[in-house]
């Protein structure tokens, strides 16, 4: 008796922020401690879920049956995210996070076809009958080479901040946004020179 294919996964096209969204999930990386958010498998699933990743739990269900599967494909997971955040923050590309980078894409499913579904498109994609770490990060992969190779690469930028170098989308009119955020990382840029400023100033006597 023969079994039919599991059915194709219908998966939605990933945003371009997907990507650096799993950058950014090491933050304040220009500090003396970095703050790490992925510190086990099951937060880096939690995220995956969080961000709308199709399968976590049955991914969940086999890595309590399998942890050191869970453990090397974690490590696998930090990996390629530095690398997306190399290839994303440096000005020159090297060959070796680009080669990580395309055997990422290799193990990930063909975009065989777009498809229309209820809330928009989905890629149809050829079929998986047990958890695939590779296919559960494939949306980020594609984000990150989506982004790449398209025109928005260049809105790509680093918080100005030396110690915060979060990854964002630069959509103002002008290009020339600098912070990930005003009321955070542009506020104390502000603080700072106002201080800078002032810190000379004799004592007003009144």
């Known amino acids: 008796m023969t079994h039919p294919d599991p059915p194709p996964a219908l998966l939605p ?6 990507s650096l969204d799993f950058a950014n999930t090491l933050f304040w990386r220009g500090a003396t401690m970095p703050q ?6 099951t937060d880096l699933l939690a995220w995956l879920a969080g961000a709308g990743m199709a399968g976590t739990d049955a991914m969940q269900s086999h890595w309590q049956a ?3 599967a869970a453990e090397t494909a974690y490590r696998v997971a930090l990996d390629l995210r530095e690398t997306i955040y190399r290839i994303l923050a440096e000005p020159e590309l090297a060959l070796d996070d680009l080669a990580v980078l395309n055997r990422a894409l290799a193990a990930a499913p063909e975009r065989r076809r777009l498809e229309p579904t209820a809330t928009g498109w989905a890629w149809r994609t050829e079929p998986w009958s047990a958890p695939n770490f590779h296919h559960l990060l494939a949306p980020i992969v594609w984000s990150a080479a989506d982004l790449l190779a398209g025109p928005r690469r260049t809105r790509v930028r680093t918080c100005a901040n030396p110690q915060c170098r979060w990854l964002f989308l630069d959509d103002s009119k002008a ?3 600098r912070w990930c955020s005003m009321s955070s990382c542009g506020n104390r840029a502000k603080a700072h020179r106002h201080y800078s400023r002032t810190r000379g100033r004799p004592a007003n006597p009144n």
Request: hydrophobic residues 20%.
């Open 175 to 177: 290009g020339t946004r």
């Open 36 to 41: 790490e958010t992925l510190r086990t498998p």
């Open 66 to 68: 399998a942890p050191q």
């Open 13 to 18: 096209p990933p945003a371009d922020h997907l």
